[in-house]
């Protein structure tokens, strides 16, 4: 039994259950290393929040969450989705990876949308999804909406000062 450690989170397997079979058949794993099926995070051994996979290539995370009927994804709250997806982030930067993303795949959706924030996409899509990750570095996403405010306001000697700040983070990040 493997476990990893992304401090405060320990994250650990739990068993497979039989309705997440066409879910693995329609994952994409070309662009990932690895992958970790029916994951549990526990905080305090208090399980938190489960991801049905995890993939990482050398800098990235992608956390899914799968549903196997429309009904059982109406069923989740915005509320839940935004949390699971901080947790997500959460235990991405803890482990190290400088981007991560979460998505949700629904059997039986008609078609692509958004909830609580996050990309929900249809069962049959999965096949051909491209990740598109976002920053663990909370200061860099604090940058980057600072400098879409300022270039609405004209002010363009402020965001290329905030460049240059994400810059320097960046580069200290690596």
Not at 21 to 44: M, P, Q
Not at 101 to 114: P, R, S, W
Request: a negative charge; glycine letters at 4%.
């Amino acid at each position: 039994m493997i476990e990893l450690r992304s401090d405060p989170y320990v994250l650990k397997p739990r068993p497979t259950p039989a309705t997440e079979t066409d879910f693995r058949l329609h994952l994409n794993i070309n662009w990932c290393r690895g992958v970790l099926f029916n994951v549990v995070a526990e905080r305090n051994s208090i399980a938190i929040v489960e991801y049905d996979a995890i993939l990482w290539s050398e800098d990235s995370a992608m956390f899914v969450e799968y549903k196997d009927s429309v009904a059982a994804y109406k069923n989740l709250s915005s509320r839940r989705i935004q949390q699971m997806d901080s947790f997500a982030k959460n235990i991405a930067r803890g482990l190290g990876y400088r981007t991560y993303t979460f998505v949700i795949v629904v059997k039986g959706l008609e078609e692509q949308t958004n909830k609580g924030g996050v990309e929900v996409m249809p069962l049959y899509l999965l096949g051909n999804y491209e990740p598109s990750f976002v920053s663990t570095v909370t200061e860099i996403d604090y940058l980057e909406k600072l400098s879409a405010r300022f270039s609405r306001e004209g002010k363009e000697d402020v965001v290329k000062e905030l460049d240059k700040l994400k810059k320097i983070i960046e580069m200290e990040l690596s």
